[in-house]
């Protein structure tokens, strides 16, 4: 069974801090894919960024980056200089390869980390 | 070119009642997938529809069933409404994927908002 752990319920943090939100996977699976979403008040999930398992490179775009470890099953996720606007829920999903083909992969979603950044 | 659209916004519904939530993807996509999602909690899948067939289910009762149109749009049925039904319930539409080693994004709409009293 896939699982996700975000372990951080909320997070305050003042305008320009950085801040990291973690996230733990568990997974018997040797390929897979890891996502982070951003959730505003709206509701509306919007994809951030998608990793495959084969693949332990940080990326950054911008003022986020992501660090994957598959030594320790994390996915961690930095804002640097963070904004007001980046206020909102963040979700850090997992998805196995699928054993056939047609249709999609289903989404594991951790429980999510509430960030509020203030001025 | 529209993104994934969800209909109604807003529900409100009693105990026993029966809800249906309609869902239309992107266009292009032919796979939909529905997810709830409880006030405070990450999204659940619930299940997914491609050629108009249910390929995958998460742990879900029975209660909750769909169905696709051969426009790929789809609805969410919920019969016998318990108050834990209450939720979020999101819909994302995708490209099937290729194969065994291919993934293709899914793409969320906003939301039906789910309130059984």
């Known amino acids: 069974a896939q699982k996700v752990t975000q372990a951080q319920t909320e997070i305050s943090v003042v305008e320009k801090e950085d801040v990291t939100l973690d996230c733990v996977y568990e997974?018997?699976?040797?390929?897979?894919?890891l996502f982070w979403y951003k959730q505003p008040p709206s509701g509306e999930l919007v994809f951030l960024i998608r990793r495959n398992s084969f693949d332990e490179q940080n990326e950054i775009s911008g003022r986020y980056s992501w660090n994957f470890q598959k030594s320790t099953s994390s996915f961690n996720f930095t804002i640097t200089a963070s904004q007001v606007v980046d206020s909102a829920v963040y979700f850090c999903?997992?998805?196995?390869?699928?054993?056939?083909?047609?249709?999609?992969?289903?989404?594991?979603f951790g429980t999510g980390t509430q960030l509020k950044v203030e001025l | 070119d529209a993104g994934v659209t969800q209909s109604p916004t807003h529900l409100i519904k009693t105990r026993g009642q029966q809800v249906t939530l309609r869902c239309s993807p992107k266009s292009g996509h032919d796979t939909v997938s529905w997810y709830q999602q409880a006030l405070g909690q990450g999204p659940q899948f619930i299940f997914q529809?491609?050629?108009?067939?249910?390929?995958q289910r998460g742990n879900f009762p029975d209660r909750f069933s769909g169905h696709q149109f051969p426009n790929y749009s789809s609805e969410l049925n919920v019969n016998a409404l318990l108050l834990g039904d209450s939720a979020l319930y999101l819909c994302?539409?995708?490209?099937?994927?290729?194969?065994?080693?291919?993934?293709?994004?899914?793409?969320f709409g906003p939301g039906t908002r789910l309130t059984v009293l």
């Open positions: 997974t018997r699976d040797t390929t897979y894919y």
């Open positions: 994302a539409s995708s490209l099937a994927d290729e194969g065994q080693s291919s993934y293709n994004e899914q793409f």
């Open positions: 529809y491609y050629e108009e067939e249910e390929r």
């Open positions: 999903a997992l998805s196995e390869a699928r054993i056939t083909t047609g249709g999609g992969n289903k989404l594991t």
